[in-house]
């Protein structure tokens, strides 16, 4: 068990349609990132948060937009859904970015329809 | 953007056998890290090597660095039926900076089969 929770574990929705993910990060740690992975892409990062800023962007789309609240858990809003937003989405976290181990959650299946 | 990128994309062996996956990445770093993933499942953190050093080993994980031909290796000894799943390398996207998220290559898919 890495410590970091991800609700829902799946989710399927129309296209056109908004949906949160959400993300709890292990106990102490202050980063957190949410990747997307899909067969064709491979997991791509899209955003990193310290600390309730933001502190690093990836490849994440403007209909996509993420936060992190004071008591460190994170949400990504993902929004205008298309068929090809359809991927696992995994929350990951960590004390210090990129010289530390990432933590991740087991992920929500997003599967747009 | 991709750092890293392993090669090969998949590999077949039997329980018993030794597997080798190897790593590449463009920018220097200062350290890099390896990751398993199984199926659907989330990654999971393997080992971390500095880029100071030149062998890391874990268990049956066998880790190197040559950042002069700015690669790494993960040897699996004596691998399992247990030790099918997709490996990945992962390496600071800023490279040499701190606080900098990690980027992953798509990964080697190793199969051992019993």
């Known amino acids: 068990d890495s410590g970091v929770t991800q609700t829902p574990k799946h989710l399927i929705t129309a296209t056109g349609q908004r949906v949160t993910l959400r993300c709890s990060p292990r106990?102490?740690?202050?980063?957190v990132y949410w990747y997307q992975q899909s067969l064709d892409q491979g997991l791509q990062f899209l955003i990193q948060?310290?600390?309730?800023?933001?502190?690093a962007k990836g490849n994440i789309l403007e209909r996509f937009s993420a936060q992190q609240f004071p008591d460190l858990h994170s949400e990504l809003n993902l929004s205008s859904l298309e068929l090809g937003d359809s991927a696992l989405y995994f929350c990951?976290?960590?004390?210090?970015?990129?010289?530390?181990?990432?933590?991740f959650g087991n992920g929500t299946r997003l599967t747009v329809t | 953007s991709q750092q890293g990128e392993e090669d090969p994309q998949a590999l077949s062996i039997q329980e018993g056998e030794n597997a080798t996956m190897n790593c590449s990445y463009k920018?220097?770093?200062?350290?890099l890290q390896w990751y398993r993933q199984n199926s659907g499942r989330g990654l999971v953190h393997l080992i971390l090597?500095?880029?100071?050093?030149r062998e890391k080993h874990s268990g049956r994980l066998r880790v190197t660095l040559d950042t002069s031909k700015k690669s790494s290796s993960l040897l699996i000894t004596a691998s399992r039926a247990a030790d099918t799943a997709s490996y990945f390398c992962?390496?600071?996207?800023?490279?040499?900076?701190?606080?900098?998220?990690?980027?992953f290559g798509k990964g080697t898919r190793l199969s051992v089969i019993a």
């Open positions: 990951a976290s960590s004390v210090v970015s990129g010289n530390s181990p990432l933590h």
């Open positions: 106990s102490g740690d202050l980063s």
């Open positions: 948060y310290y600390n309730g800023e933001e502190r």
């Open positions: 920018t220097s770093i200062n350290n």
């Open positions: 090597i500095r880029s100071n050093e």
């Open positions: 992962a390496t600071p996207r800023a490279g040499l900076g701190g606080n900098t998220p990690l980027v």
